[in-house]
């Protein structure tokens, strides 16, 4: 349900691919490098894309990936997961309604991870993009967060996630995949104008004709590895207890380059 994902553009691209305004009047963006990275994981500070109604235009904001509810006074005794937002608990979840409603986001990508599980032993990593190879947006929602005494504050995200597509189900077995907004759609996800109606007609799987997948080695399991060769495809063979149908999903996978 996207655990991980890749973020290859650099700040100029994803201004370009989200029609941003200015980074640079962006105080937690302006001095940040935004070097390509391979494997994003949970726990770190991601720059997302917003709606800012003070400077009228879409713009950059770094946050983590954890959302953290007004309610958390401790981060460490937070016990449910608040990576990930389920698309259908949006509006129901005190947890996600406020921020579904008023706090919208994308977060840039170029690609997403998911596993294949063969055993409990083994999980082969699977990416997908775009066939184009355009950056795209995953949806989030955030939260800003402050601790109690005051000496912390930031800002939080979780990626909302839906049910999968057939190219991630085919290839993964997943039964989630995060959600992926179409370009014209930008807009209507991040501003919030008509609390009456929110965007629940988005909350659906993305079109899998628009995207490919390939496997990739298993040096990207670990959060420890961030480099370029991440992403290249794997042509080591399958292990042999995987079964013939993933066999089958690695043909369809060398069709597709």
């Known amino acids: 349900m996207c655990g991980r994902y890749q973020r290859r553009s650099d700040k100029q691209r994803i201004a370009e691919a989200f029609h941003l305004g200015s980074v640079e009047e962006v105080d937690s963006v302006a001095e940040v490098d935004l070097a390509p990275n391979y494997n994003i994981a949970p726990g770190t ?7 800012d109604e003070d400077l009228g235009m879409r713009t950059l904001r770094m946050m983590y990936w954890r959302f953290l509810p007004p309610f958390c006074t401790d981060p460490k005794k937070l016990k449910f ?3 990930h937002a389920s698309a259908e608990k949006l509006l129901s979840s005190n947890v996600w309604r406020n921020s579904f409603l008023y706090r919208r986001c994308l977060i840039p990508a170029d690609s997403f ?3 294949k599980k063969v055993n409990p032993k083994i999980k082969l990593p699977f990416l997908f ?3 184009d190879d355009e950056p795209f947006g995953i949806a989030g929602i955030w939260q800003h967060w402050r601790s109690p005494d005051r000496s912390s504050e930031f800002d939080t995200f979780a990626v909302v996630t839906v ?4 190219i991630v189900h085919n290839f993964t077995d997943h039964d989630r ?3 992926l907004i179409a370009k014209p759609d930008y807009e209507r996800w991040l501003r919030e104008e008509d609390l009456k109606r929110p965007p629940v ?5 993305f079109d899998s004709d628009k995207m490919k997948a390939w496997r990739v080695g298993t040096k990207i399991n ?3 590895n961030n480099e370029a060769s991440l992403i290249e495809p794997c042509d080591d063979e399958l292990p042999e207890t995987e079964n013939m149908a993933v066999k089958a999903q690695k043909s369809n996978q060398l069709e597709m380059f």
């Open 45 to 51: 500070m991601q720059p997302i894309v917003v709606w």
């Open 81 to 83: 997961d608040t990576i």
């Open 113 to 115: 991870v998911e596993w």
């Open 129 to 131: 993009s775009m066939k």
């Open 163 to 166: 049910e999968p597509n057939e």
């Open 177 to 179: 995949m995060p959600l």
């Open 201 to 205: 007609d988005l909350l659906r799987p």
């Open 222 to 224: 670990s959060v420890r």
